[in-house]
């Protein structure tokens, strides 16, 4: 995507979109819930995904908002539980700053986005609430509607393992049910490994003399399967493998399992901490 498609928002860019599918038309396609809708209204927590960069000066407020969410600043609210992950792209690395957490996979994962969502540009900050609504990352008042009006659905029962092989990589084993009814269009369970506490000292770049926080940031993401045509209480069972870096401390991190189908919509997720001597 060129340059002159991208973007740095602030709140005056704020705006709200639904995915092309209607809600009515989401459970009918890949994947569908097996439980009521009044089950579905007390169901699992809500994922937000945020979408930011070190390099762009509006990405720090979007930040500490994600930050205050995780550390349950607006409980008082009425607010589903959430699920909370960051993405860091590298698209805003040609200026000046490179942003460490910065990745490729995060910039694709933003565009699946863009092009699910029927977006014109890639912005940052932006946050994706349940791969169905989007808006400008910083607007707090259409980020909590957001997640007020998403829909809900249950957690996964997965019970986690987790295993050092050496210094070097984590190996995550996963078994339990997806809650969810899978036809054979498919979906794919994911497992993000992220690390919150993050603080950087930013000399160059938008953010020149800044100290930068970060939490819920998305170190690794793989798939741990593709399922097809399973009940929502057919156990599922998989592994991840997870390369680390240096300075890797588990008291800091977490992993986060989603079922997202080939639309990009979420179908619940369920989030670990990792112990702290792991």
């Not at 602030?10 to 209607?22: H, I, L």
């Not at 937000?48 to 720090?60: H, K």
């Not at 800091?252 to 989603?258: E, M, R």
């Given at each position: 995507?060129?340059?002159?498609?991208?973007a740095c928002f602030?709140?005056?860019?704020?705006?709200?979109?639904?995915?092309?599918?209607?809600s009515s038309s989401e459970e009918r396609n890949n994947v569908t819930v097996d439980v009521s809708a009044e089950e579905q209204r007390r169901g699992g927590a809500v994922l937000?995904?945020?979408?930011?960069?070190?390099?762009?000066?509006?990405?720090?407020e979007a930040e500490l908002?994600?930050?205050?969410?995780?550390?349950?600043d607006f409980d008082g609210l009425d607010l589903p539980p959430v699920v909370l992950l960051g993405f860091h792209v590298d698209y805003w690395d040609y200026m000046g700053w490179k942003d460490p957490y910065g990745s490729s996979q995060s910039t694709v994962r933003q565009k699946a986005y863009v092009e699910s969502l029927k977006l014109d540009t890639m912005f940052t900050p932006q946050?994706?609430?349940?791969g169905r609504a989007q808006c400008v990352g910083n607007d707090e008042n259409a980020l909590l509607a957001a997640i007020k009006e998403a829909p809900r659905f249950p957690a996964p029962t997965f019970q986690a393992t987790f295993q050092r092989s050496g210094s070097d990589s984590l190996q995550v084993?996963?078994?339990?049910?997806?809650?969810?009814?899978?036809d054979n269009r498919g979906a794919n369970v994911m497992v993000a490994l992220y690390e919150s506490g993050l603080v950087t000292d930013c000399p160059k770049g938008e953010n020149k003399g800044r100290v930068l926080s970060n939490d819920f940031v998305v170190r690794k993401l793989e798939k741990l399967c593709t399922v097809k045509d399973i009940s929502a209480k057919k156990t599922v069972t998989g592994s991840v493998n997870f390369p680390l870096w240096q300075g890797f401390h588990g008291s800091?991190?977490?992993?986060?399992?989603?079922v997202q189908d080939s639309s990009h919509l979420i179908f619940g997720s369920q989030n670990f901490q990792l112990p702290d001597d792991i």
């Open positions: 995507m060129s340059r002159r498609f991208l602030g709140k005056t860019g704020s705006s709200k979109t639904k995915p092309a599918s209607s937000v995904e945020l979408f930011s960069s070190q390099g762009c000066a509006t990405s720090p908002l994600v930050s205050r969410l995780g550390r349950g946050v994706v609430v349940q084993s996963l078994t339990g049910a997806l809650r969810t009814k899978v800091k991190c977490g992993v986060t399992v989603f």
